[in-house]
């Protein structure tokens, strides 16, 4: 529930921060514009995404007969989160990840690597597809578009109000009682932008942990999904990922390396403290031990790879 009020007040943050930046930069028209704008682009990418990323990493839907036991972890995960069957999906990828994509619960799909399926043994692909089946119970696509929205429309002011500087703008702030300069106008261009972007990558990490949480209750436990997170997160610095800056928020752990200044910019939370939350550890309690991988695939992993085959 934390998670949620979170997201929702995120939400109504950036609401406020759109239409307080829309009344200073373009005035109301220009608000209305560039959110008309924002949204008509976001509601293409709401409906067809999901076919683009696919076709994109050159994932094939796989059936019931060449993996009946994925499929029967799938199932077991969608009857427990009350969601319709999702279509299951293989992206051709030795990197160990995974994600969830569709527009609702009834056009859901959930696709993983043929690397996560070698080296997972049941108990972690079932706590991954557990936390992929909760961003499609908590309709956490749709949420991402809402936030994308409203930052692709702040992005637009920004642009706008370079523009109005330019030109020596500034009379939609002067209608509106603002009176921004145009100096003020470019620090606004730049600011306004840095600032959508945090509050969407605070949104999707705020999603990330909510579907943690959810995942290992639909699992029933939370050690497989925290035992998995070790290894994709080990393992992602050893086989990397090719893999695209615009779709790295959809997988379970981004599949781009990067430290420092990238980790702030991140849509996805630290896997330290996602695995310490799932363990139930709290701050100043035991370390957590430091994630090995290990090149033998366990007999579980082995047995459900195999069955692809």
């Known amino acids: 529930m934390g998670n949620q009020i979170r997201t929702a007040v995120l939400l109504a943050g950036m609401t406020v921060f759109l239409v307080f930046i829309g009344g200073l930069i373009g005035g109301r028209q220009g608000m209305i514009f560039a959110l008309v704008i924002a949204a008509g682009m976001n509601f293409f990418s709401y409906w067809y995404s999901d076919k683009m990323v696919l076709r994109m990493y050159r994932a094939r839907e796989i059936t019931p007969q060449e993996a009946p036991e994925l499929y029967n972890i799938v199932s077991g995960l969608a009857r427990r989160a009350g969601v319709p069957m999702p279509k299951v999906y293989l992206i051709p990828q030795q990197s160990p990840n995974a994600f969830a994509t569709g527009r609702n619960p009834e056009h859901a799909v959930v696709a993983v690597t043929e690397g996560l399926l ?29 936030a994308a929205t409203m930052a692709g429309a702040i992005m637009m002011l920004a642009t706008m109000a370079r523009w109005s500087a330019i030109f020596g703008g500034g009379r939609g702030g002067d209608e509106e009682g603002g009176g921004l300069g145009a100096i003020g106008l470019i620090v606004m261009s730049i600011l306004a932008p840095l ?30 999904l925290a035992s998995a997170l070790e290894k994709l997160g080990a393992y992602a610095k050893q086989v990397p990922m090719q893999a695209s800056p615009q779709t790295a928020h959809m997988f379970i752990v981004n599949p781009l390396s990067g430290g420092g200044l990238a980790t702030l910019f991140s849509t996805h939370p630290p896997l330290e403290e996602r695995i310490a939350r799932l363990r139930g550890y709290r701050d100043g309690g035991k370390p957590m031990p430091a994630p090995e991988a ?12 195999d069955s692809l085959k």
């Open 294 to 305: 290990k090149a033998d695939i366990s007999q579980q992993g082995r047995s459900i790879w």
């Open 195 to 224: 600032g959508a972007m945090l509050i969407q990558m605070a949104i999707s990490r705020s999603r990330e942990y909510l579907a943690d949480s959810t995942g290992a209750a639909f699992a029933g436990n939370a050690e497989g």
């Open 118 to 146: 070698r080296i997972m043994s049941r108990d972690e692909i079932e706590g991954v597809l557990a936390h992929e089946m909760a961003h499609v119970k908590n309709r956490d696509i749709l949420i991402g578009t809402v």
